[in-house]
């Protein structure tokens, strides 16, 4: 019980709190610091302008206990919208010790906005500003979640027990049961007993043995198998119809998996082309060789490698290939490096082809004794923002812009 307890102890509202207070413990000391540099200015301390200075929202220092606290000693009394005086902490904290006893003994839940409701003239955020309210509400949460828990720990442990008793009572009958006779006996539908851990995990346990031992008893004979199949095999023959271990797994009203238990009867099927399946670690170990010897076709042969085309190469569905997750991720990766690799190449290529153009475009120039600059390159060879992508050719113009300068000072002085 004290194992699962521990276990779900770390509730979402228990790990919100502790995160609550980690950010606390940062936005303390930079509160101060700014009340520090508004009093030093001469202004006001409010949450408002502490907010501002911090540039957070006023409710992110409100709803924090410890800074709200530090807020409110250095500021001045607040006012309510209406014009009323704000109540005191200590009148509000007596207000609220007397309210939580009253929705506990009325089995309501406790929380901030029943307690407002109860108080009548106050809203459940006003309530939250209130460090030592914030306290004592979050204080009563967690020992009630405990309490909650405990209480679920003490039905659990009486409701393994009774599941127990009810094993024991029909194992001793000499029968395999089912779950619903299971539940039948103790009184509670499956969906509420799998909320249980523990008992779910002894129902799994039992039940599986169960159906395990009936499964076996329900099995005929090898001999008598291999004559149903015989029969099946005649059947499916005589009609034209493809020959698989489901159908004849069907037709002698059993099951695919456990006539495939049978060694007879596979070496039956096998000579109806039947090939039993190998094991995963060979079967994936033959479709990575598969995939590595498309990938290496593509690449011999120039061709782009994309999973598509290397499902076609290996002559298997790619829905089948993605099953395995080794075969998966090397197309993935074969297919990704390819694309990178080609637009690599063209990006390089028209790189190439743009810079023959612009050395061309600056011969035009030169000859025409134009001024050069990108803008006149870009005109020539009909490509926007030609240096903005291509970096070859962004320090050829540079290059030839620089040279221009130095023959224009060279001629003026």
């Known amino acids: ?37 508004l009093e030093a200015a001469g202004t006001s301390v409010t949450f408002q302008s502490v907010g501002k200075l911090l540039e957070v929202v006023p409710h992110t220092l409100k709803v924090s206990p410890r800074v709200n606290t530090l807020i409110a ?3 001045s009394p607040l006012q309510t919208r209406s014009g009323q005086a704000r109540r005191s902490e200590e009148e509000v904290v007596s207000a609220v010790q007397r309210i939580i006893p009253l929705l506990t003994e009325r089995t309501k839940r406790v929380n901030y906005t029943a307690i407002a409701r109860e108080m009548g ?39 393994l027990r009774q599941v127990e008793a009810s094993i024991t009572a029909l194992e001793a009958r000499g029968k395999p049961f089912t779950q619903n006779d299971l539940c039948e006996m103790v009184g509670k539908s499956r969906s509420t007993l799998r909320w249980y851990p523990r008992v779910n995990t002894l129902l799994q346990q039992k039940l599986t043995r169960h159906h395990v031992y009936q499964r076996r008893r329900a099995q005929p004979t090898e001999e008598e198998l291999m004559q149903r199949v015989k029969v099946a095999l005649m059947d499916l023959s005589d009609h034209g119809e493809h020959i698989t271990p489901g159908k004849i797994a069907q037709k002698v009203k059993i099951s695919q998996e456990v006539l495939l238990q049978y060694p007879q009867v596979v070496m039956l099927l096998g000579q109806y082309g039947y090939q039993k399946r190998k094991p995963r670690s060979e079967r ?16 011999v042969s120039g061709q782009p490698i994309t999973k598509r085309r290397l499902s076609g190469m290996v002559g298997v569905a790619r829905a089948t290939l993605f099953r395995y997750p080794e075969v998966r991720d090397l197309m993935t990766q074969a297919a990704n490096e390819d694309k990178q690799h080609r637009q690599e190449h063209h990006f390089q290529t ?39 992508y291509y970096p070859q050719v962004k320090a050829l113009i540079e290059s030839a812009i620089q040279a221009q300068h130095t023959t224009k000072e060279i001629a003026a002085g």
């Open 1 to 37: 019980m004290r194992a699962f307890v521990d276990q779900h102890l770390v509730s979402r509202y228990l790990h919100a709190l502790k995160e609550r207070e980690q950010r606390e413990e940062v936005l303390i000391p930079r509160a101060e610091e700014a009340m520090n540099q």
């Open 73 to 75: 000693q250095r500021k």
């Open 121 to 159: 003239d106050i809203s459940d955020q006003t309530l939250r500003t209130y460090p030592k309210v914030r306290i004592l509400v979050d204080e009563h949460l967690q020992s009630y979640q405990r309490y909650q828990l405990q209480q679920f720990a003490l039905r659990e442990e009486q409701l």
């Open 284 to 299: 994936v170990e033959e479709l990575l060789n598969l995939v590595k010897d498309a990938i290496t076709t593509c690449k």
């Open 350 to 388: 028209r790189e190439e082809e743009l810079t023959q153009q612009a050395i061309a475009a600056l011969q035009q120039l030169r000859d025409n004794n134009r001024r050069i600059s990108k803008r006149a390159i870009e005109k020539v060879v009909h490509v926007a923002n030609i240096c903005s």
